[in-house]
């Protein structure tokens, strides 16, 4: 395989929490990968753009997919292309509204390729500080990046001998797997929504924030406490959707405590 | 003296919820409030056209139907930048100091004011643009349609913008061919909530880019 079992293993760590319906394309020349991921995971909708000889083939692929993935996957591409903003672009259309791009990048070539192009780029803070302004524009408002570790090295060495002639043994071999999203949606969150249909979340946070500006606090506390009722909502959900949703939690929970304890009393 | 909020709607819930905001702020003393909605607008711009024809009010204040304004002192505060200083004619929330080429104000390298978006029901991020430590607001080339308000009529340009993008851009630019200019109050924290879920861009985004490049 062309990874190693580091990146392999981060990769499907993200993938781990694929849905049962999740629409998945795997953008990758090597197709001992892509048909891994395929065995392993039958149950998800995966597509493959894997005979891809020519690079422009790829973009021009992923320009005419009319469809929308929750996960785009691309394997090395970005660091060889010749318009890494486009084909990012291009992968950022494919993507449903907070579905990822999930996209390894070889740091070591990465590298050399920007020396190449005079930029004098040495250091991984300066290349990562790059691969951002790509990113950046082509609009995505959310990036993480998962650098690999020791065994990647040895892996990478041990599966790549050419590469070793190729490249100068003073710069350490590594590979980003890189998660970047459409919009900068908190991942904590995504959690809560499985819990209740849209319209009930929707009436939870329209409560909420009129408790929280004090619009008619007093009311909306028994509207919440109805909603809470009604959809058996517990504090357990409660409160950790106050806060993420609220600009001002803690003061949203300490009058809501009150509250309490007034019907207590 | 009035102030007139004008906004175009389509979801009378999500509407519904931005008024009881709206009446929940500090009305100044002397300042009646109206209201217009625009339904079935044909475009921002022209809805707007409606709005301010159908108003006597000095001040309007054009809210998209999902804005709910958070700031009780809003009123008074734009009205004090108005009357202070005549030739602002428009105040908006957000904007940005100078219009890229792209003239999409939010790729523009400085920007000024605060939002906060609630992308879901559950997920609230708010994005922080800037404030100017010597003025109590910045002056901007161009602001989001989210909010605007005006101190002067000055006609939306629906010969041009038939859509629900770059008709604020335009504005703004209409009113600097007037001679005015736009300001965007420092915010400590942000004045209002946009709850506008997840949206895609539609076509017509690059369409009326191309309008207002070509426009102005």
């Given at each position: 395989m062309r990874y190693s079992k580091d990146v392999y293993i981060k990769l499907i760590d993200f993938m781990?929490?694929?849905?049962?319906?999740t629409d998945v394309l795997l953008c990758e020349k090597d197709s001992i990968f892509t048909e891994e991921i395929k065995r392993n995971y039958s149950f998800f909708k995966i597509e493959c753009l894997t005979?891809?000889?020519?690079?422009t083939l790829v973009e021009n692929q992923l320009l005419n997919c009319k469809k929308r993935y929750d996960y785009v996957y691309i394997g090395r591409m970005l660091e060889q292309s010749l318009n890494p903003i486009a084909l990012l672009a291009a992968c950022r259309e494919l993507l449903t509204g907070d579905g990822w791009l999930l996209a390894i990048v070889s740091a070591t070539h990465y590298r050399k390729q920007q020396e190449i192009r005079m930029l004098?780029?040495?250091?991984d803070e300066e290349a990562i500080a790059e691969i951002t302004v790509f990113f950046r524009a082509a609009k995505y408002e959310d990036l993480r990046f998962n650098q690999t570790g020791e065994c990647l090295e040895k892996n990478f060495y041990m599966k790549n001998p050419d590469t070793i002639k190729a490249c100068d043994f003073d710069i350490k071999p590594s590979y980003w797997l890189l998660k970047a999203g459409k919009y900068n949606l908190n991942?904590?969150?995504?959690?809560?929504?499985?819990?209740?249909?849209p319209e009930v979340r929707q009436e939870l946070a329209y409560i909420l924030r009129r408790i929280e500006n004090d619009i008619d606090r007093s009311y909306n506390c028994q509207q919440l406490w109805q909603l809470c009722e009604q959809y058996e909502i517990t504090a357990e959900y409660l409160i950790p959707f106050i806060q993420n949703t609220m600009l001002k939690p803690k003061q949203v929970l300490k009058f809501l405590s009150e509250d309490v304890e007034r019907g207590k009393s | 003296m009035k102030v007139c909020f004008i906004t175009c709607v389509n979801d009378e819930r999500c509407y519904a919820e931005s008024l009881l905001y709206i009446k929940h702020l500090v009305i100044p003393a002397n300042i009646q409030i109206e209201y217009v909605v625009i339904r079935n607008a044909a475009s921002m711009a022209s809805g707007y056209n409606q709005g301010m024809n159908a108003s006597q009010a000095k001040y309007k204040i054009y809210l998209h139907q999902d804005v709910f304004l958070l700031r009780k002192n809003i009123i008074q505060e734009i009205l004090d930048i108005f009357k202070r200083y005549p030739q602002i004619g428009m105040v908006g929330l957000a904007g940005c100091e100078t219009l890229p080429e792209s003239y999409?104000?939010?790729?523009?390298?400085q920007k000024y004011g605060c939002i906060s978006h609630?992308?879901?029901?559950?997920y609230t991020s708010t994005s922080t643009y800037g404030k100017v430590a010597t003025a109590r607001f910045a002056i901007v080339d161009a602001i989001d349609g989210l909010f605007i308000a005006t101190q002067y009529d000055i006609p939306w340009r629906e010969d041009l913008f038939k859509?629900?993008?770059?008709y604020d851009v335009s504005q703004g630019l209409e009113f600097y061919r007037y001679g005015y200019k736009i300001a965007v109050p420092n915010q400590e924290e942000p004045w209002c909530l946009h709850a506008c879920g997840i949206k895609e861009l539609d076509t017509s985004y690059w369409k009326y880019q191309k309008v207002c490049i070509a426009e102005y």
């Open positions: 781990r929490d694929f849905g049962l319906s005979e891809l000889a020519k690079k004098n780029i040495d250091e991942e904590k969150t995504s959690w809560l929504r499985s819990f209740f249909l | 999409c104000w939010g790729e523009a390298l609630a992308l879901q029901p559950e859509g629900f993008h770059f």
